[in-house]
């Protein structure tokens, strides 16, 4: 066996060494304790995520910052924080008072194995493919409803999704919610006043081109610092749904072509003029 097999090998060892140790904080739910500790169990290294049962009180300063179909967002501050291991220290800590995003998944206490079969596809993204950005740290339940919660990172603190127009609303906060890796587009509602030296360059039947420069620039990722920022100005073209008789069709028909053709025809989001109130890509 290689060094770096055996120290694979040895790390697993003290991670579930650590973890069987460490089961607390169970749902009363059989089904899901087993999962949560099949989860702990398969860690291997310092960079695992450590999937755990948070009880619901440590959530504070609970906004709710969107829907979509029968899921409903909230922001939330958790007090005791994600565990992650501190290699220089060579033991599990936490990251307190770790701002976080829970998705309240109405019904769910019915649909146990649904919320287990949505986990275990995050699972075998993180850890086959190591690309999903987003960190589901675990379970929780609202004591109330009795739903259950999913508790992920707040990597992109949903920016930018309100224009006002409730089916646009839903729309892109569906597309930001499927976000899963570091270089994936954060599509975003973009305020028309955002946009100076708007020149037209062209038109196509009933869609005139403008080029424009943005003057907040697209989120990306900064994967070290593992947050989204901006960088600058940044120069874009603006295509205008001029006199749709369905206007939210449109905009739906036109970013999935977008999303069918891939890179090179990214859209950034959606904004509007407000003289025309005609939307634009």
């Avoid at 291991?85 to 060579?90: A, T």
């Avoid at 990172?153 to 999704?161: A, M, P, Q, R």
């Avoid at 975003?188 to 005139?208: A, H, L, R, T």
């Amino acid at each position: 066996m290689s060094s770096q097999g055996s120290k694979v090998s040895e790390d697993s060892k003290y991670y579930s060494k650590y973890l069987k140790k460490k089961f607390i904080n169970w749902s009363g739910n059989e089904q899901i304790d087993d999962f949560i500790q099949e989860i702990q169990l398969k860690i291997k290294d310092r960079h695992d995520i450590v999937l755990e049962w948070i009880p619901y009180d440590q959530f504070y300063e609970i906004k709710e910052i969107g829907k979509n179909g029968f899921v409903t967002v909230y922001s939330a501050i958790w007090k005791d924080g994600p565990l992650h291991k501190n290699w220089l220290k060579n033991k599990y800590t936490r990251d307190t008072n770790k701002e976080v995003i829970l998705n309240c998944l109405y019904y769910s206490q019915h649909l146990i194995e649904f919320l287990i079969n949505e986990i275990k596809k995050y699972v075998s993204d993180y850890i086959n493919k190591r690309k999903v950005h987003t960190k589901l740290y675990g379970i929780s339940q609202n004591p109330n409803t009795k739903d259950y919660i999913l508790v992920q990172n707040n990597s992109i603190n949903f920016i930018n999704w309100i224009c006002g127009n409730e089916k646009v609303d839903d729309f892109i906060q569906e597309i930001q919610l499927k976000i899963k890796e570091h270089h994936d587009i954060v599509f975003e509602w973009i305020p028309y006043n955002q946009f100076f030296e708007i020149k037209e360059i062209s038109k196509n039947g009933s869609m005139p081109v403008y080029s424009a420069i943005w003057n907040n620039d697209p989120l990306h990722n900064d994967w070290w610092n593992s947050v989204y920022v901006r960088d600058s100005i940044k120069e874009v073209t603006l295509s205008c749904l001029h006199g749709s008789q369905n206007p939210f069709e449109s905009l739906v028909n036109k970013v999935e072509e977008s999303s069918a053709k891939g890179f090179g025809s990214e859209i950034y989001g959606i904004s509007q003029n407000p003289n025309t109130n005609d939307y634009i890509l």
